[in-house]
């Protein structure tokens, strides 16, 4: 932990592949493109998971769990879907000391076995909507991984819905969308575009996709969570057929849904500095870390029952006393910062004497940071200073989009504001239009924002009669 | 849910199978030898799962997530290791449309590659000992395979941890065998054997192996959790060293820990009757089924109105309330009592005259097991008697543990009796003993249990002195 992080402004990557690293986040594996979770990245990752979880079954869902492997024929199944998927396969073609009849390929993403198991257990309008979730592993092989954003094995939650209506299916996949960006602000403190994906963007059998978009540190968007309106595309390919109200047999309305892993990436990259990580305190492993300072013996002593008192009064919030003998506070101090933990409580001698604790928070280093606190106060201060963190926080997120996306009205304002951050434009949306502006900038239209009014401007690319804005951005 | 569940007496096989699929817990996956966990049965699983989340947290361990993923080498760098899992593997061949140049396994235990990680983590005594888990999914091939008790792909934990000292790592393996044990009475109202397993029955590169062994309700055996004590095994095939106190490189010692969905089957078998499931009021989905009885509309809203009361009274519990308007009272009696749901609450017109209702207790069928309860005491006789049942459970499977273990002396004695269920005999450890007890009644030894006093005994095949008793029986 004497190693420094490279800063945002020589080496954005550098940052940010030190950060995940230097705070114990993830490690590279054995296997290229895969990574490790360590277990303070997988402490947020449970929490994140926790708080998504809660969110999907107060909408009605149910957990499952369905198989790893796919027969390849599965994937074949749908056009566009083996089209979109085949060439990230990973494929099992033996098992058990034999040559198998049928190659295997490990699910990228599960409608096809899902639908599958659909058609064998809807038979009647009455079944219907089946409404399940699952979180598992997913593997995409991947040519340039990155530490969470990319990694050839990463962990999701991929939610597989069926339904009567096209309503009934379209209204699901804008309400699991709405659910990611309630998530994504109020748990993570990210805020979010919400929006339609273009048909060169969207989801490899879908009739519609739709996303969230997150703005990270550089001004780079990251596409933070997906739904998806299938139509009967699946439905038809898999058979998952229901007799209807009228006893005519129908094929199903379908949806899927996902957020994965990358989400940690996300929060590493919207909230963190130079110092290392700052994570939203709903989300925080660690929200609260002890630091005592004492030298003589007597000291210690005295500190050390004054943070069993904290320890008393911060019972049930998240918080670990760092009684690690062998290093300096000031090395400690570092440490945690580094991980990211909101708020720090620093206990000396002269604290004991004054029964009062000194709070410092991540999110503002030096005194402006810093505050002294009576014991008998603690705890609810330290509850309200948490809350302040996490609005804190996402009020700053808000600020940097804000401050780094444009309205554009031509091709060459769009160039330049994609190097800044995001660009807003009227686009027509034929999909050859976008290509010059990736290959000048690597910039591509991120989503189409539901939240736009309809309007009527002029195509920056074409000039044509355009109604709707699209946004723009380098991604990850 | 007309169907009825083959009769125990008839097919105990037929009748697992018919449970499993009919309370709708599990259901056969497109590729053999795989699984689907459907909401009911994975709702069990999260239940389990996070009572054992809890104890491995307790207990000082963190979670954490490795790579699905093996290189071949890993595998073979234990040879007892390689020798026992080469054949059960499934290979990945392939990935992103190319041949590999080294072929990958999809771990099937994860030993090795959490070898690789430690050997990179752990640099000194100050960084030991190393107490994680991982939950996840695992792959071995299976032929003969069967719903949750032997699947090609499972759910579980596995916990692995590295030690400054033989005598920690030892305690470890134990103390996380306890924790099974602790586990599988108190949650599961499961009875076991805790035992150290003979030499043919531990896993492949293990020093030792510990299992709790559950009987069924058939008097099979079910292995229901393992902990491994792996010596320095993995440490010399990994290069996991550290510097200790005195400066000298030393191997780590190191244990290896799980528990798996087959635990679920085990849940089935020990408590279910031709009804179909019984499950144990801490880990049902369900705790509480209300079930509103009434033909005339105004019968309907006035038990409307009382089903509202208690939704009210039980708030907190796992309750859910029966209004399905397609189906009779008498249809969902039974089909709550082939889901194993432990309580039932009926109110019908009679009930709300008086401002009571009926509970009925799913492991006693009958009026025995019936009992009016005014609203007014409903909360506490609930929670009372879902803790009755649960101590019920446990009784019971105590009691049929107890009529079905025999003490045995001679070969004659111990074919006997693992016909009838366990049998405990002095064994002096041969492993070619057991060869022909294996070939002419399929038992084996199951452990050698821990809770037996060292005695003067004979070895039940051989006549040779023995000190300890080994369990045998037949097992899944």
Redesign the interface.
């Known amino acids: 932990m004497t190693q420094k992080v490279t800063p945002r402004s020589v080496d954005y990557s550098r940052w940010y592949t030190d950060v995940v690293q230097m705070a114990e986040l993830a ?1 590279y ?3 290229k493109g ?6 303070y ?3 947020l ?2 929490n994140v998971r926790e708080a998504l979880d809660r969110r999907i079954k107060e909408t009605g869902h ?10 390849m024929q ?1 994937i074949e199944k749908e056009a566009d879907h083996v089209e979109g998927f ?12 034999k040559l198998l009849e049928e ?2 390929a ?1 699910r990228p993403t599960s409608e096809t ?1 899902i639908g ?2 659909y058609s ?2 809807i038979g009647s309008y ?1 079944d219907l909507p089946v409404l ?1 979730n699952q979180w ?2 997913v ?1 995409r ?3 340039r991984p990155r530490l969470f954003l990319r990694t ?2 990463f ?1 999701w939650q991929e939610g597989h819905t069926a339904h009567e209506t096209r309503e009934e299916a379209e209204e699901e996949t804008k309400k699991m969308l709405e659910m990611y960006a309630d998530f994504a602000e109020n748990e993570a403190a990210i805020p979010v575009f919400k929006g339609l994906k273009s048909d060169s963007e969207k989801f490899a059998g879908a009739m519609a996709s739709y996303s969230i978009e997150a703005m990270m540190g550089n001004g780079w968007a990251l596409q933070a969570g997906t739904s998806h309106f299938l139509g009967q595309n699946f439905a038809k390919a898999f058979d998952i057929t229901f007799l209807d109200r009228n006893n005519e047999l129908q094929h199903c309305w379908t949806t899927s849904w996902g957020m994965s892993t990358r989400m940690v990436g996300g929060i590493v990259m919207v909230h963190g500095d130079d110092q290392g990580l700052i994570l939203p305190p709903r989300l925080a492993p660690i929200q609260v870390v002890v630091v005592p300072i004492g030298k003589s013996e007597e000291e210690k002593r005295s500190v050390k029952g004054m943070t069993d008192k904290i320890s008393e009064a911060l019972r049930g919030l998240r918080i670990k006393v760092d009684s690690r003998e ?1 290093r300096s506070p000031g090395w400690k101090f570092n440490d945690w910062e580094m991980k990211g933990v909101p708020l720090r409580v620093e206990v000396g001698p002269k604290d004991v004497e004054k029964d009062t604790v000194v709070l410092a928070r991540r999110n503002q280093p030096g005194k402006a940071g810093k505050q002294t606190v009576p014991l008998s106060v603690l705890r609810q201060t330290v509850e309200i200073t948490l809350e302040e963190i996490q609005k804190a926080l996402l009020e700053r997120a808000r600020n940097q989009v804000k401050d780094r996306t444009q309205e554009v009205r031509s091709f060459q304002e769009l160039k330049e504001a994609v190097f800044q951050g995001f660009a807003l434009a009227f686009w027509c949306q034929d999909p050859e239009e976008e290509v010059q502006l990736k290959e000048e900038t690597k910039a591509t239209s991120r989503c189409i924002p539901l939240d736009q009014e309809e309007a009527e401007g002029k195509c920056v690319f074409c000039g044509k009669d355009a109604s709707r804005k699209a946004l723009f951005a380098r991604a990850y």
Chains 1, 2 share one sequence.
Request: aromatic share 14%; glycine share 6%.
């Open positions: 490690d594996a054995p296997v895969c990574m490790v979770i360590r277990p990245g997988y402490a990752w449970e149910e957990n499952a769990y369905f198989p790893l492997f796919i027969p599965f085949a060439p990230e396969l990973a494929v099992v073609t033996h098992g058990g000391g190659p295997l490990i076995v599958q198991m064998k257990w009455r399940i598992a592993n593997v092989w991947e040519k050839t094995e962990l062998e």
